[in-house]
């Protein structure tokens, strides 16, 4: 057999519990077009390579050396070591339950869920907490400055001791056992550049020969910033393909000399400059064949049954939104998919995979697709999510078909409750179509979910605050929401004239040579600051309210298989039902550890109760630590805490799991809480 034509690597970090679309498109193109293509997911791996039973030793180790070593400054940091000790003391029971989170059995009881879920946070957190450098998330990763320089990206891509992702690729780029014509590494978030660029220069180092293609939006959009992206060509890459991959790419693979032939859609370095070739035209929709999710193994995803992505367009119809900068993608043009082609990838995917769940992964389903869709697809039969924007256009008989069609949760930008800001931010929603829209969907059955900001700029106290009390007032038919602070994107309309949308200066940040977002200021309204304050400020009411209280810890991935296996309302009732239990029974039995250790050789043992679960940590004595040792498995929290009250901080739960220990200062041994036994 021949070598492959190109090898698609998907690297860290994305999210762990479904496939991505942008390699399965571009294989599937490039294939039917006479070309040899391979595909890895080395996302996927990394997760179970991170949180392997092989590094654990290691990870312990590092953190014993945090908490001897790090000084009072440190004191948070070393309370973290300590927290993700406890976590790790427990780590067999902890990886069983991830393990359960790929059984489709997972999803009949909420509780099961809960547990493989958090489980599977909680062990990134502790194995994180053990690395100098890198923090991984199921959907973040944090990597301190590394981005801050060159040269500092340089050091981290060599380094084993404080790069995670090096001795991973590394062992990756061992298995390859057939040398492409081409590697291409799709970035398609900013949390993928540092581990892209650690892939590159591995892959250079053990294969200098093959050139390496770098696609995706994120390398697509820093061209605009050539001085930073200059030095990165040839130590991690050779060529940017730009935008839509399909045409550049087959055309690169069909060129003797793609850079001398100036193929089009394609960025190189050539004498002292980057070149950027003429950008390619645009594949018509009907053009592109159903994703190719061959040489993917979809069982090692962390999901009980997997969630396929499609498009059905690509760009975005409305194409107006002043901090968007995804119609820019595909050059500000919109094409849909023919709905008859969309049931008929549907059917495709199905046959191949026995898949029957799928995500819309468009910027915005289109509204015409609501009327035209649910006739093309079999009733009850899949089930479906995606995103789209309030239309006066829709309604309630829309949503009913949508339903029946197998939507189960659609996801839509809310942003601000105040009309006079969406005019301002070129949305134009208007606060009696947004209610009339979630009113007819949550009436269809369908969950609701809004994305939401404070401070676009000239927002005021009391518009931020009508959004606050919009989202509380309506949570009865918006069924969770995702809220936060504006962020100033590179290449959203709004960079490109900030002036007209208030801003009055335009700050570059520090701490990355590869940035693609802004601090600002504004001429009037609610600063960054004020944001900040005013999202503290809501996160505040719903507490008091209750609003949005429970299923903040679930996946948006997984949010659909519960859906699909549990009616909306009753699933509602069941995770409200969860989180008034997670203080009783014995489940206090899976969230607390115990342990001691010595600080120095010599120095006396210290012990310790861990809550992994609240992120809270009490050191006491050995007589406190016994009790917990032999205390009965089905004894109560509530009658462990009446007993032993001094070990109530450490016993009692909170409503949701902490991705970020909420730590202060030990506890001395000599307080009432080391005298709790």
């Known amino acids: ?23 399965p498109s571009l294989k599937a193109y490039l294939e039917s077009h006479g070309h040899r293509v391979r595909q890895s997911d080395w996302n996927v791996e990394f997760y179970e390579y991170f949180i392997d039973r092989r590094r654990l030793a290691k990870a312990s180790a590092r953190l014993m050396r945090y908490i001897r070593e790090l000084p009072e400054e440190n004191e948070i940091y070393r309370n973290s070591a300590y927290l993700a000790l406890g976590i790790l003391s427990n780590y067999e029971t902890k990886r069983s339950a991830v393990d359960r989170l790929r059984s489709p059995a997972c999803l009949d009881r909420v509780e099961d869920f809960y547990e493989s879920v958090t489980a599977l946070k909680r062990l990134l957190y502790a194995f994180s907490v053990a690395e100098p450098v890198v923090e991984v998330g199921t959907s973040s990763l944090s990597t301190a400055r590394v981005l801050r320089s060159a040269a ?65 939006s994120v390398f697509s959009r820093l061209l605009d910033r050539a001085d930073a992206l200059q030095p990165l060509f040839g130590r991690f890459f050779d060529i940017v393909v730009r935008y839509e991959g399909e045409i550049p790419a087959d055309r690169l693979l069909s060129a003797t000399d793609p850079c001398g032939e100036r193929t089009p859609g394609i960025a190189f370095y050539e004498n002292g400059r980057i070149i950027m070739t003429d950008l390619a035209p645009q594949l018509p929709m009907e053009e592109i064949p159903t994703p190719d999710f061959g040489d993917l193994d979809l069982r090692r995803y962390f999901s009980p049954d997997i969630v396929l992505p499609l498009l059905s367009a690509r760009g975005c119809y409305w194409d107006k939104c002043a901090f968007c900068y995804h119609g820019m993608i595909y050059g500000d043009r919109y094409r849909v998919r023919d709905p008859k082609a969309i049931a008929a990838d549907v059917e495709r995917l199905n046959a191949r995979h ?29 089930f479906f999510t995606g995103l789209y924007k309030f239309e006066r256009f829709f309604r309630a008989e829309h949503y009913r078909d949508m339903y029946e069609a197998g939507f189960r949760s659609l996801y839509i930008g809310l942003e601000s409750a105040s009309e006079r800001v969406q005019r301002h931010m070129r949305k134009n929603n208007t606060r009696a179509v947004m209610h009339a829209n979630l009113a007819d969907a949550d009436a269809a059955g369908i969950w609701n979910h809004t994305f939401n900001f404070f401070g676009f700029p000239t927002e005021t106290e009391a518009e931020a605050m009508e959004t ?36 009055s200066r335009v700050v570059e940040k520090t701490d990355s040579i590869l940035e693609l977002y802004y601090d600002y200021e504004v001429e009037s309204g609610l600063t960054q600051a004020d944001a900040t304050r005013m999202l503290e400020r809501f996160s505040e009411m719903k507490r008091q309210t209750g609003a949005y209280r429970y299923g903040g810890w679930i996946p948006r991935e997984h949010l659909l298989l519960l859906l699909a296996r549990h009616e909306r309302d009753a699933l509602r009732t069941k995770l409200a039902d969860l989180d008034s239990r997670l203080d009783e029974d014995a489940r206090w039995r899976r969230d607390i550890a115990w342990f001691a250790l010595q600080k120095e050789t010599g120095s006396e043992l210290r012990f310790f109760v861990v809550n992994t679960h609240a992120g809270t940590i009490l050191e006491t004595n050995r007589d406190a630590v016994l009790v917990l040792e032999f205390m009965p498995q089905d004894v109560p929290l509530k009658t462990i805490v009446e007993s032993f009250p001094a070990l109530a901080p450490v016993l009692t739960h909170r409503a949701e799991p902490v991705s970020q220990p909420a730590l202060g200062p030990l506890t001395p041994s000599s307080s009432a809480a080391g005298r709790a036994a």
């Open 354 to 382: 026995g898949v029957t769940h799928f995500a819309l992964n468009d910027e915005a389903i289109p509204p015409k697709l609501f009327k035209t869709l649910p006739a093309a697809l079999p009733r009850r039969t899949y």
């Open 1 to 23: 057999m021949t070598a492959p034509d190109l090898h698609l690597i998907f690297p860290p970090q994305w999210s762990p519990f479904q496939p991505f679309l942008s390699t």
């Open 152 to 216: 500092a990206v340089d050091a981290f891509c060599e380094s084993e001791e404080d790069n995670p992702f090096l001795p991973f690729v590394r062992s990756k780029i061992a298995e390859i056992d057939e040398v492409p014509r081409y590697f291409g590494i799709s970035v398609i978030g900013t949390e993928q550049i540092l581990p892209s660029l650690t892939l590159g220069a591995a892959l250079k180092a053990r294969f200098p020969g093959v050139p390496i293609l770098v696609g995706g």
């Open 468 to 503: 606050a009390h919009f989202l509380i007032d309506n949570s009865a038919i918006i069924h969770s929401e995702g809220t936060g602070t504006f962020s100033f994107e590179h290449n959203a309309p709004i960079a490109k004239s900030p002036e007209a949308f208030g801003v």
